[in-house]
């Protein structure tokens, strides 16, 4: 199976930088997602790694290391619209085609 | 292109009843994921159809069923409702290729069952 772990809630200031850490074990690793939640809304796509490295996107980076079993999301020059739940999801191909595991999110509170 | 819809949108059921809820996929995506996504559990997946076919199923009871059209619109159902089926269902449509690296999910709206 799939195991995917997120904080459950992080805090941080207008302006600043914040580091939204994801790890997760799993066969057949084929790339990781992060999708940005707002309460009472849809997930939107924000970012996607398969290879080892940084993707940068804006505001917005995200990094993988598949030795590690490891990603992590960058958010700079925070704003108050950021405030939202960050997912980060596995897809994996265990037996052919692709499955997506979900973590269960952070909850972003970006405070002024 | 016209993003992934959903219907409704709101339903509030009694228990032992049964819903069924509509997904269209993005113009051109064969793939449709439903999610089950609850406070608690965070988006847990249900099953992914694409060609009219299920392709993989999460771990939900049986009272849980989908299909797909030809269309590749996907209905799912949920037979004898419990409390703890209250959640907000989520579809997810893609190309659904599979072995494409790129094959990213785009979410609809949502179905936010209540059951009472």
């Known amino acids: 199976g799939q195991n995917i772990d997120q904080p459950t809630e992080m805090t941080a200031t207008e302006g600043a930088i914040v580091q939204i850490n994801c790890t997760y074990q799993?066969?057949?690793?084929?790339?990781l997602f992060w999708y940005q939640q707002h309460a009472g809304e849809a997930p939107t796509f924000l970012s996607y790694?398969?290879?080892?490295g940084l993707e940068e996107k804006g505001r917005f980076s995200s990094f993988l290391s598949r030795s590690k079993g490891y990603s992590y999301l960058l958010l700079k020059e925070l704003q108050m619209k950021d405030s939202a739940s960050y997912l980060c999801?596995?897809?994996?191909?265990?037996?052919?085609?692709?499955?997506?595991?979900f973590g269960t999110g952070t909850k972003l509170q970006v405070i002024p | 292109k016209a993003g992934v819809t959903q219907t409704p949108r709101y339903l509030i059921k009694t228990r032992g009843q049964q819903v069924t809820l509509s997904c269209s996929p993005i113009?051109?995506?064969?793939?449709v994921s439903w999610y089950q996504q609850t406070p608690g559990q965070g988006l847990q997946f249900l099953f992914e159809?694409?060609?009219?076919?299920?392709?993989n199923k999460g771990n939900f009871p049986g009272r849980f069923s989908g299909r797909q059209f030809s269309n590749s619109r996907s209905e799912m159902n949920v037979s004898t409702l419990e409390l703890g089926d209250s959640a907000l269902y989520l579809c997810?449509?893609?190309?659904?290729?599979?072995?494409?690296?790129?094959?990213?999910?785009?979410f609809g709206p949502g179905t936010r069952l209540t059951v009472l």
């Open positions: 997810a449509s893609s190309a659904g290729q599979g072995y494409e690296a790129m094959d990213t999910q785009y």
């Open positions: 799993t066969s057949g690793f084929n790339g």
């Open positions: 790694n398969v290879l080892d």
């Open positions: 999801a596995v897809r994996a191909l265990p037996g052919g085609y692709q499955k997506v595991t």
């Open positions: 113009s051109g995506h064969r793939s």
């Open positions: 159809y694409f060609s009219e076919t299920q392709r």
